[in-house]
């Protein structure tokens, strides 16, 4: 079993950063694949970036050039920077770790931009 636990979410003005935590622990294993999603009130779960086991990192579009996702294997986490942030990004983040064919959530953790 592995778990996950997000944090460093708040509330920022917009223009403002804030970076979020995601540390596993549990049977982890080698470096996995982890992503970030986020879901804003009443929409669907929206996939925001990944970091694949080489390191290697995708992003919607929304958000490339203001966040970045990086890890620190030695930790068992993974982050996710945000920059510029936008009211738009406000929203419920979560982390979600690939092992094998099994999928692995945290429990979100919420984030409010202000204009």
């Known amino acids: 079993q592995v778990q996950l636990v997000e944090s460093g979410g708040g509330l920022v003005q917009a223009g403002g950063s804030l970076r979020l935590s995601c540390a596993a622990s549990?049977?982890?294993?080698?470096?996995?694949?982890m992503e970030w999603y986020r879901q804003a009130p009443g929409k669907q779960r929206e996939w925001v970036g990944i970091i694949t086991k080489g390191g290697g990192t995708n992003y919607i579009n929304s958000v490339k050039g203001r966040f970045t996702i990086s890890r620190d294997n030695a930790k068992n986490t993974v982050y996710l920077q945000m920059n510029s942030l936008k009211p738009e990004d406000t929203g419920v983040y979560y982390c979600k770790m690939i092992v094998g064919p099994s999928n692995y959530w945290g429990q979100g953790t919420q984030v409010t931009v202000s204009s």
């Open positions: 549990g049977s982890i294993g080698s470096i996995n694949p």
